[in-house]
């Protein structure tokens, strides 16, 4: 107690106190989030009448503000605990200036966005940090003005017209070259130079095959039915699978399955059926179903409802839920109430033959002759196969109801394809944490023999929506965290207190530790800290620690970061109107920068730096009345001119920023350098971040491959013809090893890189986004950037990526309870060792899926547990932990495993899985890999948890019955199985782009939303149904929307009415619509507007802006849409849904024969 009474001005909490007022929760990180309730903690202690007055905090503060007292004090701990975060902490001096203060807090939910304050700003750190400064180097930029910034083989250099307030620069062109020159000798300026090498258009042999996203076929890339049986993974290899014994009774008719076997699991409750058109008796309460044959979507997922048995879940069983796949489809196909969207005739015309599910999985055409089991079908219908959108609509009606509460060990939530709300009540919300199953096994045997791979996707900064509660920040004053003394475990609800509460006993090592005298509190009759609802450690799943100094950098508080935007001025970039359009934008942008919930305006600083083979710096003091530019064009051994006046707070220096931004567009306005640097680029602004002794964020806009003599200068290595080669790997490899030794100077200062990449051509994304990658960066691309059509799309990236929530110098541990450990970690970050994971940049989009592995026995008793720590420093300087716990379920029966397990979520490890395994394995044998360990694990419920019945039967886990077809996805997805359409640095980018994505997006991504939105209600709020991802699914008459999180297409069938032609487009007729729209024209009438709004509410839900593209049916564009439609067989070789079935049947067999 004694320490809080020193360090905060109000008594310490742990007794109810008047007045208290903590747990306030103000707006997030400077985004604004409408409606975000100013919660009290009252919630937890129920209506207490001193906690709505407001006072200033004391202990529990505002998550992202500042506390109003208190919070500097700490400053002089003597961290006499010692905390010690994660291992070391990484040695580069920090220092700065403690937090600055802030005012009063106050309720400030919706000051995001508003105009910064023009009063006191805090604008200190570049004085206590030019000590620091590099010795100066360069000249007077003018005599008596500058700082006498110069030059190792720098100049001053004008382009184009002199801008008035870009005083005298002078006209030394050193370093202007034009082409791929790597000479240095400038041409002379403004003479008449040859068209510049890469200028576009371009037209030169890379243009061919440098694309966007998807570029459209062309007619000499149709299909091609040779093409399809190479590409598909042919012979398998012997499985090193442990023996199954099959369990199937050899006189099973087909498609039966008997009653459930005594542990109550399998797809027992079915009555026999032999194939045939079920009857349609099959409405009453299901039995326990943890097996799922195939079969009819049922319209219920009871296995998705973990906490009561099974057998408490009712309500129709419309589809019959039992066929075999060898069984003839039914003739006819039942009404069944819940199951009207996938009724194909309300799309279109009664699907007729189906080309593409000709029979059995190409290049198997043995299947189905074994002995036992009869021949196989000609044909299954593709209604008889688990559906996903069915799945996603049960889980919608059966879940979306109710509030998710964490209370519950091992609780499974509802799908991600949900909106639901959650309530923290000692578990971290599946919005932080999802796992891939719920009930793990106890023993390392039982796991390897199911396969099922034990992991969790975490996203540790997740937005959450407005209805939930931020994490409580907490404040142990100067003592910090209370840890355990073993493992260093924060505080969390599975502690253990013992003793009358004088020691706990640690939950993951079970080592105890002395209760700190100030954390002292007395038990109540159920051994319980009778505060245990006063803290948020103590009763709930996610909370913050404010950080100590002893968890910071150097034993100093952490200044506030900056951010550096590196705009390229290249030719390309400033003949695409690229220069102009990001300056502009900077101009108003720069108003919205992340800030503390409470602070009028964002602690963090700014600098702009453009480059093209050479490097600008500008000095844009508050003091200055014009911009001051210094070149530096001896990129080899980069550093920075200037410290003082090259980051700044936006208010201060407002009229000298907005003055730069309005010249540099004109000042390379006439520009033919056409070679840029890369790696000097990031070497400046980790020099700038070092010198200001500062973390950060770069935002570079680059355009081409850097070819220009300079560090990290690369060639163009592109070769498609590696392709399906043992060499593709390299296609993902960095090209050098130079960018792998920046980032990991970047991540040791606290250097985040988002990329802006703008190619006409090949620039290797594998190599350019290595830093970015290690740094938790995002990148973007754009190909063939024309403003026109681009523009909505990479200012609405860019505004986002500006402003959302970030946290800097990140170091994440996952702590495990004995007995399982992670062991593998998929994302944007580096590690320096085997356990920490360390991201410059920490932002609100960013996932980490950490694997786990058995090292020791797991009780059913106590279950297991982990333990997610983040230490990060937040966007005004403050040092912070996040903590999530998790509880889970331990099993001795393989059961339970697959009757909890979450497929969404498994397929987001699988896909990053074998993302990162095409950097070291050929493709094929990534692919080969993913079948055979989903095959495994399919055959293990087989085996040990399906009811006997016929090896001819399909017999898949409730909970896993979607795991072919989204594994199909995977497999046929452009980094695994690319179409002659998708370019290297599509692959790299995508390649990338997964590895950071959480479990709905990779959902999205792999099987895209297809809503029908000449179906739509245009008086509803509601999203139409959405359909199955197949072509027969379409009708000529609909129109279609398709969104996988980075397109979105809109369909156009030929048959459309004409008014509704007219109503979303403004013309009128099918052939007048204009397919190079990217926006939908604003038209007054509902179904226009309701289009609109379903499009603006999708964009609003993913983490980056759609490109908008309409493909009219029949024309050639169509060929790129139906790349999207997943359940059809690929172009570039991937199987159709139901062909892919059949072989994973057919594997299964294997397996178990
Ligand atoms: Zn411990």
Redesign the pocket.
């Known amino acids: 107690m004694s320490v809080n009474q020193q360090t905060h001005t109000g008594p310490p909490y742990g007794q109810p106190q008047p007045g208290y007022q903590g747990y306030q929760q103000p707006a997030y990180g400077g985004q604004p989030l409408p409606g975000v309730p100013q919660l009290q903690y009252g919630a937890y202690n129920g209506p207490m009448p001193g906690y709505q007055q407001p006072v200033p905090p004391q202990g529990y503060f505002p998550s992202l503000g500042f506390p109003s007292k208190g919070c500097p004090v700490s400053l002089n701990s003597d961290n006499s605990l010692a905390p010690n975060f994660i291992g070391s902490l990484r040695t580069p001096a920090t220092s700065g200036a403690p937090p600055p203060p802030s005012g009063p807090t106050l309720p400030s939910g919706h000051l995001a966005y508003s105009q910064l304050g023009h009063g006191d700003v805090q604008n200190g750190i570049a004085a206590s940090a030019a000590s620091a400064q590099r010795p100066p180097a360069s000249q007077p930029f003018l005599p008596g003005l500058a700082p006498t910034p110069v030059i190792q083989t720098s100049a001053f250099q004008q382009y184009g017209p002199t801008p008035a307030s870009v005083q005298q620069l002078s006209n030394d062109m050193t370093g202007m070259t034009i082409g791929r020159t790597t000479a240095s000798a400038p041409p002379p300026a403004g003479l008449g130079y040859g068209p510049p090498t890469s200028g576009p258009p371009v037209s030169g042999s890379l243009s061919a095959t440098g694309s966007g996203l998807y570029t459209p076929y062309t007619a000499s890339q149709g299909p091609s039915p040779t093409s399809v049986t190479q590409s598909l993974p042919l012979a398998q290899p012997p499985f090193p699978v442990q023996t199954i014994t099959t369990q199937r009774l050899p006189t099973q008719v087909p498609g039966f399955a008997p009653p459930p076997p005594s542990t109550g699991i399998g797809p027992s409750s079915y009555p026999p059926t032999t194939g045939a058109p079920r009857p349609p008796t099959m409405s009453g309460p299901p039995p326990p179903p943890l097996g799922q044959t195939v079969a009819g979507p049922p319209a219920s997922q009871p296995n998705h409802i973990s906490s009561p048995p099974p057998s408490a879940v009712s309500g129709p069983h419309p589809g019959p839920p039992v066929t075999g796949l060898h069984g003839p489809p039914p003739p006819t196909h039942p009404p069944q109430p819940g199951y009207q969207m996938q009724q194909n005739g309300s799309f279109g015309p009664v699907r007729g033959s189906q080309p593409n599910y000709g029979g059995a999985y190409p290049g198997t055409p043995n299947y189905g002759s074994q002995p036992g089991p009869p021949p196989p079908p000609k044909r299954l219908d593709p209604d008889s196969i688990p559906s996903p959108i069915q799945v996603i609509e049960d889980d919608r009606s059966n879940r979306g109801s109710e509030p998710f509460v964490t209370g519950v060990r091992g609780h499974v939530p509802p799908l991600v394809t949900t909106n639901f709300i959650v309530k923290d009540e000692g578990n971290a919300s599946p919005r932080y944490i999802r796992c891939t199953s719920y009930n793990i096994p106890c023993t390392s045997d039982m796991a390897k023999q199911s396969q099922v791979p034990l992991a969790a996707v975490i996203k540790p900064l997740a937005t959450l929506p407005p209805e939930e509660t931020l994490p409580y920040l907490v404040d142990h004053g100067e003592s910090g965290p209370v840890r ?6 924060y505080m969390c609800p599975f502690m253990q207190f013992i003793e009358g509460g004088r020691r706990f006993q ?1 939950c ?4 105890v530790t002395e209760v700190p005298p100030h954390y002292f509190q007395h038990l109540d009759h159920t051994g319980k800290r009778v505060d245990f609802y006063d803290r948020p450690e103590l009763s709930l799943g996610s909370y913050e620690f404010l950080a100590t100094v002893d968890y910071c950098k150097n034993n100093k508080f952490p200044s506030p970061p900056a951010f550096i935007f590196m705009i390229d001025v290249s030719y390309n970039a400033v003949k695409s109107g690229l220069v102009r359009l990001i300056c502009e934008e900077l101009k108003s942008l720069l108003d919205y920068l992340p800030r503390e919930g409470n602070m009028e305006e964002s602690a963090i600083r700014v600098g702009f730096v453009t480059y093209n083979k050479v490097l600008h710096f500008y000095n844009v003091k508050s003091s200055l009345a014009q911009p001051q530019m210094m070149v530096v064009s001896d990129v080899a051994d980069m550093f920075v001119p200037l410290l003082d006046g090259l980051l700044v707070n936006v208010n201060d220096s407002r009229t000298v920023i907005a003055s730069l931004l309005d010249q540099i567009p004109e000042m390379f306005a006439d520009t033919r350098e056409t070679e840029t640097v890369f790696a000097p680029v990031i070497q400046a602004g980790l020099e700038a971040l070092k010198a200001a002794e500062c973390a950060g964020k770069l935002f570079i806009f680059h355009t081409s491959l850097p070819i220009a003599e300079a560090p990290g200068k690369l060639k163009n290595r592109d070769d498609k013809k590696l392709v399906n080669t043992d060499k593709e790997k390299t296609l993902f490899q960095p090209q050098t090893s130079f960018y792998n030794n920046l980032a990991k100077d970047c991540v040791a200062h606290g250097c985040c890189v988002d990329l802006f990449l703008f190619p006409n051509q090949y620039l290797d994304v594998a190599t350019l986004g290595v830093v970015t990658y290690q740094t938790g960066g995002s990148i973007y691309k754009y190909a063939y950037f024309q403003p026109e059509t681009d523009q909505d799309r990479f200012l609405n990236d860019l505004r986002r990526d500006v402003q959302k929530e970030v946290g800097f110098d990140a170091v994440m541990r996952v702590r495990t309870s004995t007995g399982i450990r992670a062991t593998d970690f998929f994302g944007a970050f580096y590690m320096s060792n085997t356990t920490d994971v360390e991201m410059a940049g920490l932002d609100c989009d960013k996932t980490i899926t950490v694997e786990f592995k058995h090292d020791d026995k797991l009780s059913e008793d106590s279950g297991a547990l982990l333990q997610c720590a983040v230490l990060y420093t937040s966007c005004a300087g403050q040092r912070r932990l996040r903590i999530h716990n998790l509880s889970l379920n331990c099993c001795t029966q393989l059961a339970d495993l697959y009757r909890n397990c979450e497929t969404d979520t498994l397929i987001n490890y699988l896909a990053k899985y074998a993302y990162r395994g095409v950097l070291s394995s050929p493709v094929k044998t990534v692919r080969d890999a993913l079948i055979n360990q989903c095959a495994q694990i399919l055959a293990c419920y087989r085996k040990n948890c399906a009811s006997p019945s016929s090896a001819g039967q399909l017999i898949l886990p409730e909970c896993m019955k979607l795991l072919p077809v989204y594994l199909n996805c995977v497999l046929k997805s452009d980094v695994l199985q690319p179409g002659p359409e998708v370019t290297t640095d599509d692959r790299a980018y995508i390649r990338q782009l997964v590895t950071s994505m959480d479990v709905a997006e990779t959902n999205v991504f792999f099987y895209p939303r297809l809503l029908p939105l000449t179906k739509a209600d245009v008086d509803s709020d509601s999203l139409p149904g959405a359909i199955r991802n197949s072509e027969e699914r379409l009708s000529k008459g609909d129109i279609y929307l398709l969104e996988n999180g980075l397109n979105i297409f809109v369909w156009v069938g030929v048959n459309v009415q004409q008014g509704l032609i007219q109503n979303l487009f403004g013309v009128s007729s099918f052939s007048q619509i204009n397919k190079a729209l990217t926006m939908l024209p604003v038209l007054e009438n509902p179904f226009s507007k309701k289009v609109r709004s379903i499009i603006n509410m999708l964009q609003m839900q993913r983490s980056r802006y759609m490109k908008l593209i309409i493909v009219k049916q029949e024309d050639k564009l169509e060929m790129l849409f139906k790349h999207f439609l997943v359940e059809d067989k690929s172009l570039s070789g991937g199987a159709s849904y139901v062909d892919f079935l059949c072989h994973m049947h057919k594997e299964i067999r294997q397996l178990l024969s």
């Open positions: 355990c003394n073993r493992c260093k475990a640690c993951f090592c079970s080592c």
